[in-house]
C-alpha cells in the first residue's frame, strides 16, 4: 500500500468516525442509551461492520459520545472556579450539566452507574473537577458543609431520570434544579 492510499484510509477512517459520533449523539438524544448500534450505522450512512470497527460495543460507543461533553463539563468547572461569587459559579455547573443531561437521553444513567458505560468513571471524573466548586461555595457559606459533589451530581442524575420523558425535558430540569438549589422557602421568608 502507498504511503497516499495509507493517508487516504486515515482520512476516511476519521470521516467515518465523524460521522458516527455525530449520528450517535443525535440517536441517542432521541432514543436513550438503549440506541440501536444498526440505526446509527444507517444515520451514519456507513456499514454495521464500519461501526463495529471504531465502536465493539454500544458501551464504547456511548463512552464515547459522552466523553467529548464529560470533557467540556470539567473545563467549564475549572473556569468556574476563578468567578468571584463562588455559589453562582457552583450553579451555573449544575445547570450546565443539568441541561446537558436533559438532552442527552441516557447520561443520567451513566451518572449513576445504570448503563453499559462506565458510570463510576464519568461520575468520579465530574466529581473531580466540580470538587473545588463545592469547596468555595462551602467556605463561602453558599452551600451546607456537608455537601460533596457527588452528592450534587446525585441529584442532577435524579432530577434528570425524573424529567426525561417530560413534554420540555430541559425547562422542567432548570425548574426542579432551581427549586432544588434555591430551596424550598420563599424569597423574603425569614427564619
Known sequence: MSDVQSRTQRAD???NHARLLAAAAEEVAVHGANVSLEQVARTAQVGSATLRRHFPNRGALLAAVFEQRYEALCDLAADL??????QAALLEWLRAIGHYVACARGMAAALTGHTPVEGEHCA?????????LVRRAVAAGAIRADATAAD????VAGIALATEHHPNG???????LTLVTEGLAPRGAGG
Open 152 to 155: 450534587l451530581l446525585t441529584v
Open 124 to 132: 468520579t471524573r465530574l466529581a473531580t473537577a466540580a470538587t473545588p
Open 81 to 86: 472556579t476563578e468567578r468571584d461569587d463562588p
Open 13 to 15: 477512517a476519521r470521516r
Open 170 to 176: 430541559t425547562a422542567e430540569m432548570d425548574r426542579l
